[in-house]
């Protein structure tokens, strides 16, 4: 499931339910503020969205998809005795040959008395399907987070890379992270990197090789990242995209005839 995070500065308490009782919120629920806690720290994502199917010729590579809005130890103010509705996002599904990845949806904690509902938004923009012989694009996002584009399949090459975003630099606490979904290759090349850390390795994972195409598809495109973990990688030379396994990040596209990978489940942890 990649990298989670302990309890420092922040809360030395973990909310904890019936339903989700190790103190990470993996189903949605509720959790009564205590009486005496007016602050609480949010460590958090969005469902991933799932890698895009490749083409059936066999030709280019999907999209890989991008992953859900992640953020940590966002802290945010509550009223003691209050009740917190935690609603976690559902995965996007893969792919299906020829077809576009399915979206994740938004995870939202709502019950603050004084103020709306805290949205941790999906990607709007689904990975699309690998063409005759060009590779699909990677899944993306425009509006309410910000735009970000996913990687450009290739068009007689290997597929671009996906893009990072952060508010504003993904080394402060509190910041959020979005990442696209690197693009298919086309037929007989890669499919696109994932972004390039670079600096901010310490919190993220970034997959610096792409997925090898062939004669049976391009290499899929690999799917976002996050603080979490990695994204899934792509289908290989006519072999379908990986599931993503770290909370929130994108699934792999699909290489030839070969469906995209499922994104990564939603997630919350919430420190006081």
């Excluded at 959020?176 to 993220?204: E, H, M, P, T, V």
């Excluded at 495109?221 to 994108?250: E, K, M, Q, R, S």
């Amino acid at each position: 499931m990649g990298r989670l995070f302990v309890a420092n500065k922040f809360g030395q308490r973990v909310a904890q339910t019936t339903l989700n009782p190790n103190g990470i919120f993996l189903v949605s629920d509720t959790w009564t503020v205590p009486s005496n806690v007016n602050t609480i720290w949010l460590t958090a994502c969005a469902a991933g969205s799932g890698g895009a199917g490749g083409n059936s010729t066999p030709g280019g590579g999907g999209g890989g998809g991008a992953n859900g809005a992640s953020l940590y130890e966002r802290e945010l103010t509550v009223t003691p005795n209050s009740l917190l509705t935690i609603t976690l996002g559902t995965p996007g599904l893969g792919g299906a040959v020829n077809t576009i990845g399915g979206l994740g949806t938004n995870t939202v904690i709502s019950g603050f008395p004084n103020f709306p509902p805290f949205t941790i938004y999906a990607a709007n923009v689904a990975a699309t399907a690998g063409l005759a012989v060009n590779g699909g694009t990677g899944g993306g996002f425009t509006t309410p987070v910000n735009a970000l584009a996913g990687g450009a399949g290739g068009v007689g090459s290997n597929g671009s890379q996906g893009a990072l975003l952060t508010s504003p630099a993904a080394t402060q606490i509190g910041d959020w992270i979005i990442a696209s979904g690197s693009g298919g290759g086309a037929l007989n090349f890669k499919g696109g990197i994932c972004f390039n850390a670079g600096n901010l390795s310490r919190y993220l994972y970034a997959i610096n090789i792409g997925a090898a195409g062939g004669a049976a598809g391009g290499g899929g495109g690999i799917g976002g990242a996050n603080w979490y973990g990695y994204g899934a990688f792509g289908g290989v030379n006519g072999l379908p995209g990986a599931n993503a396994t770290a909370y929130g990040t994108g699934g792999g596209g699909g290489s030839g005839n070969s469906a995209g990978g499922n994104g990564g489940n939603a997630m919350a942890i919430i420190r006081y």
